[in-house]
């Protein structure tokens, strides 16, 4: 079949116009589903990057906080350590002093009359003054001549022994083995009674303490020497207090995380224990001034370009700083990355499954809701369109059905009237001819007002069973069709049979004919197709012809309308083709191609016909 237009695609009136009107009130393109998607995109992604960092900024600090913790906790485990240290001393000078005072006692402790005149010197102050001292004789020896018992003590117990009498001004040794630093033993230095130690003795007290003994701190103790309820003098052993071998060793094994360890500064500022900085003077920077009289506390500061934290407690016996340190960001650099890796992964895959949610179930929605009302509002403007022609020609044929009324009845009249004086007129009657071509003009008008009247509805359909294709045929003949047009007729049909009114149809296939042999003046094919279901029959009419313009498809079916030469057409075939249609309850749909550029030019007349109008 050659189907000049667009059949299928039929384009309806009005179309392009309506398409404007709708795009102006909401905007109907591609890129709808992206706008709707995109603020939630964003809303989203801002949400879950937020998230995401207060998550990371919130495990770094947390990570942080347990940082100092750790070496919080790390100077507590060194100050315990230090203290188990000391009571272990003092329980070893504890049980080094009962050990003493039991060998001491074992011998007599003989007091001779005799005694002899010393220099002694004050072990605090220096001073030095003459003293008187009693010979005193233990175990057989002359204390103050012999260093056997301290020596022998010394040797069983370690550390330092000393036997001390007491003079007017305090406790002088006099028998030691505490050795000065010219390697001298320490004899008639004494210890002064206003000392702890001094005051301790003389209420006959037992002395535990820490002194430094010539350069060493020690873990003392110190037992009254009683004779006739009488404190004549006083015992002493004692203990290297701390073994800093021994502990700067399990020290510098410790360390904490990768970049922190433990060290040890004295109270002058002195550093005890560190891994690479012992013996250095640590007294006047920046962390030792922060951490100068406090007992505890932790800090950051910067050293060699690095953030470090520093935790600190003070271990009163032994007036030391015990501190940690660490550099933070060495610490940290693992845990933030992963933080941020494990946090991007996270937040990544919630972006995706929740754009995917919402895509699926909100946008989606939302879009299908658009075109769905895009739809229906097009559907509505043709409706409205449609509704709008056929009232439009519903109302003219109101008018033409009135104006057609009023002269069918002056016309009757006429026709009557002219042809009794036709008939009376003798054959060569020169007023004859004329007669003649009043008759005809005047059945002319008839036929108009006749038409017009189908247009208008005012005819009854008097229909009869026909076969189509049979029909269609017969009706063809009546239409002069020059050489150069080819008439076509296509079938597809089960059943030949509608009931139609045969005078009023044949109107209908004549004039669409006629109409589209005019279209093709340089010839062509006009093509009729017949299809038909059980309802309805389906008829085409398609030309190869100029085609209309998009301007004229408005006003195809308004009664005058016509391109056609005065004389040649009257305007009233469409209408008459329009109004006769509908009076069998049918449909009638014009399509159209002007353009060359877009395909065959041509029309096509779309009819559809009930097999039997009620
Ligand atoms: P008329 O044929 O007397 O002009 P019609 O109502 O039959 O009146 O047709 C109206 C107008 O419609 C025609 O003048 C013509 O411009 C256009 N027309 C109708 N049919 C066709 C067709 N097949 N091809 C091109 N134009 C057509
Ligand atoms: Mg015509």
């Known amino acids: 079949m050659t189907a000049p237009g667009k059949a299928g695609t039929f384009p309806r009136p009005h179309e392009g116009k309506l398409e404007q009107k709708g795009s102006m009130k909401i905007r109907f393109r591609l890129p709808l589903k992206l706008r709707l998607f995109l603020p ?28 100092e913790t750790t070496l919080q906790l790390e100077v507590k485990t060194i100050s315990k350590m230090f ?27 003989q007091i001779l009359e005799e005694s002899v005149t010393a220099e002694v010197e004050n ?87 820490r002194a430094v003994v010539v350069d060493e701190w020690y873990m003392t103790a110190y037992d009254p020497i009683i004779m006739d309820e009488e404190v004549i003098g006083m015992l002493y052993v004692g203990d290297r207090e701390k073994d800093m071998e021994e502990l700067n060793r399990i020290l510098q094994e410790l360390r904490i995380g990768e970049s922190g360890y433990p060290f040890v500064v004295d109270k002058t ?29 932790t800090f950051h500061y910067q050293k060699n370009g690095q953030q470090r934290t520093l935790a600190f407690s003070y271990f009163e016996p032994f007036e030391l700083y015990i501190a940690a340190s660490i550099i933070k960001d060495a610490e940290n650099r693992d845990i933030v990355r992963g933080a941020i890796r494990g946090a991007s992964v996270v937040a990544l895959l ?16 939302i879009y299908s809701y658009f075109t769905a009302l895009k739809e229906s509002e097009e559907k509505l403007a043709s409706a409205q369109s449609a509704l709008k022609q056929s009232q439009k020609l519903a109302s003219m044929g109101q008018i033409a059905a009135g104006i057609a009324h009023e002269l069918n009845n002056p ?3 006429i026709t009557m ?94 004039n669409l004919a006629k109409n589209a042999v005019d279209a093709m003046p340089d010839g062509g094919t006009l093509t009729i197709s017949v299809k038909g279901d059980e309802e309805n029959v389906y008829i085409e009419f398609s030309d190869e012809g100029t085609g209309i313009p998009e301007e004229h498809m408005e006003k195809l079916f308004t009664p005058f309308f016509t391109t056609k030469k005065a004389g040649k057409g009257t305007g009233l075939g469409l209408s008459l083709v ?21 395909g065959p030019t041509g029309t096509t007349f779309k009819i559809k016909l009930p097999r039997e109008p009620k």
């Open 83 to 109: 203290e188990r240290e000391r009571v272990l001393k003092l329980e070893n000078v504890e049980s080094n002093l009962r050990v003493a005072n039991n060998q001491f006692y074992d011998s007599p402790l």
């Open 269 to 297: 500022g002195q550093i005890l224990i560190h891994p690479s900085m012992e013996g250095e003077d640590w007294s006047d920077t920046d962390p030792f001034d922060q951490m100068l009289n406090q007992t505890e506390g």
């Open 411 to 413: 016309l009757g009249v």
């Open 578 to 598: 329009y109004g006769i249609v509908k009076m069998h309850q049918g449909k009638i749909q014009a399509a159209s191609n002007t353009d060359p550029e877009k």
């Open 417 to 510: 009237y002219s042809n009794i004086v036709l008939d009376e007129l003798e054959k060569d009657d020169p007023k004859r001819e004329d007669m003649q071509l009043i008759v005809q003009q005047v059945d002319r008008c008839k036929n108009i007002v006749g038409g017009l009247l189908n247009f208008a509805r005012k005819n009854k359909v008097k229909a009869d069973e026909v076969d189509i294709i049979d029909f269609l045929e017969k009706s063809l003949k009546s239409v002069v069709v020059p050489e150069k047009v080819a008439t076509n007729i296509e079938e597809d049909l089960a059943d030949r049979r509608v009931m139609v009114d045969t005078e009023q149809m044949v109107q209908v296939f004549t």
């Open 40 to 67: 939630l995109t964003l809303i989203i992604v801002t949400v879950i990057t937020l998230v995401t960092l207060w998550f990371v900024r919130s495990s770094i600090s947390t990570f942080n906080q347990q940082l």
């Open 123 to 209: 072990q605090d102050t220096g001073e030095k003054h003459m003293a008187t001292l009693n010979q005193w004789v233990h175990d057989g020896h002359l204390l103050h001549e012999s260093h056997a018992f301290v020596d022998g003590l010394a040797d069983l117990i370690g550390g330092t022994v000393t036997i001390f009498q007491q003079v007017d001004s305090g406790f002088v040794r006099i028998s030691t083995n505490v050795r000065l630093t010219d390697g001298k033993r320490a004899t008639n230095t004494y210890i002064p009674n206003d000392s702890p130690v001094g005051e301790s003795i003389i209420k006959g007290e037992t002395y535990f303490g």
């Open 350 to 365: 919630a972006i995706i499954f929740l754009l995917a949610f919402i895509y699926r179930f909100t946008t989606d929605r």
